[in-house]
Nanobody
Framework: QVQLVESGGGLVQPGGSLRLSCAAF????????MGWYRQAPGKERELVAT???????NYADSVKGRFSISRDNAKNMLYLQMNSLKFEDTAVYYC??????????????WGQGTQVTVSS
């Protein structure tokens, strides 16, 4: 089985920083990309940042210049460094891995999420 576990969320003041981590357990083959998504209260889940296996990155316009996605393949870890946090960054952040399954096609794996609250 595959399991993704997020950590690093918490309460932070505006302008502060947090580093989220995602640990992957189990084997995932044919990974195409990994990323972070978030869902604020009353809002739809949205893409925050993604990184492909060849290290191409993509960020939502709202976080460009403030967030940075990275991975450590040897440790099976995915990270999201969040700087200059704003009130509107408050959300549950989810780790995601996309892979191509030989039978089912594109497959998505999700973590349980970690809460990030930006408040003064």
């Amino acid at each position: 089985q595959v399991q993704l576990v997020e950590s690093g969320g918490g309460l932070v003041q505006p302008g502060g920083s947090l580093r989220l981590s995602c640990a992957a357990f189990g084997s995932i083959f044919n990974i195409t990309s990994m990323g972070w998504y978030r869902q604020a209260p009353g809002k739809e889940r949205e893409l925050v940042a993604t990184i492909t296996t060849d290290s191409r990155v993509n960020y939502a316009d709202s976080v460009k210049g403030r967030f940075s996605i990275s991975r450590d393949n040897a440790k099976n870890m995915l990270y999201l460094q969040m700087n200059s946090l704003k009130f509107e960054d408050t959300a549950v952040y989810y780790c995601n891995v996309a892979a191509f399954h030989p039978i089912g096609g594109q497959t998505y794996y999700w973590g349980q999420g970690t809460q990030v609250t930006v408040s003064s």
